[in-house]
C-alpha cells in the first residue's frame, strides 16, 4: 500500500519528503550527539570534583592529625617543663633553708669562737710566751679548741633537682 502511495504523489513531493527525513534525521543525529558530549564532559567534570574533594578531605585529615600530635607534644613539654619548675622551686626553697642554717651555724661560731678565742689566746700567751700571738706555733692548739664540724650545715646534692631523665606521661 505504501508503495501505491509513492506513485500517487507527484515526484518533487516525494523528493521533499525524503528531504525532510534525512534532514530531521541529520538534526537527531547532531543532537544525539551534542547531548552525549555533554553528558561525558560532566560525567568528567563530576569525576574531577570528586577528586579534588577527596584530595581536599585527606589534606584536611592529614593535616588534623598533624596538629594533634603537635598538641601531645606540646601538652608533654608544658607537663616537664611545671614538673622541672616544681623541682627549681623546691632547690630554691632548699637552699634557703640551707643558707639559714648555714648563717645560724655561722652565727653560732661565731660566738663560740668570740668567747673562747679572747680566752684561748691569753692560755696559749701564758702556755707558749708572747711569741705565740706573732707566730704559727700554736696552729694545732687551736684547731682542737675550733668549732664541731655538726655546728655545719651539709652541702645540699642538686642531682636530685636537676634529674632530666624523669618521663612525663600526659595520655
Known amino acids: 500500500m505504501a508503495s501505491e502511495e509513492n506513485k500517487i504523489l507527484p515526484e518533487h ?3 521533499a ?4 527525513d534525512s534532514t530531521l534525521t ?8 551534542k547531548i552525549q558530549e555533554q553528558i561525558t ?10 577528586t579534588s574533594i577527596s584530595t581536599i ?4 585529615n592529614i593535616a588534623s592529625d598533624i596538629i594533634q600530635d ?5 601538652n608533654r613539654q608544658l607537663t616537664g617543663a611545671a614538673i622541672q619548675l616544681d623541682k627549681l622551686s623546691q632547690l630554691v626553697d632548699a637552699l634557703d633553708k640551707n643558707v639559714i642554717e ?3 651555724a655561722m652565727s653560732k661560731a661565731e660566738d663560740a669562737v668570740g668567747m673562747s678565742l679572747g680566752g684561748r689566746l691569753e692560755q696559749l700567751a701564758r702556755f707558749f710566751g708572747s711569741s705565740a700571738l706573732s707566730n704559727t706555733s700554736g696552729v694545732p692548739y687551736l684547731r682542737q679548741w675550733a668549732p664541731r664540724d655538726s655546728a655545719i650545715p651539709k652541702p645540699i646534692n642538686t642531682s636530685h ?11
Open 57 to 60: 578531605e585527606s589534606q584536611y
Open 70 to 74: 603537635e598538641r601531645k607534644v606540646i
Open 26 to 33: 541529520h538534526a537527531q543525529s547532531e543532537q544525539f550527539s
Open 102 to 104: 648555714m648563717e645560724e
Open 161 to 171: 633537682y636537676f634529674n632530666t631523665t624523669d618521663k612525663v606521661d600526659t595520655e
Open 17 to 20: 519528503g525524503h528531504w525532510v
Open 41 to 50: 564532559t560532566a560525567t568528567t567534570h563530576s569525576t574531577q570534583t570528586q
Open 13 to 15: 513531493i516525494r523528493l
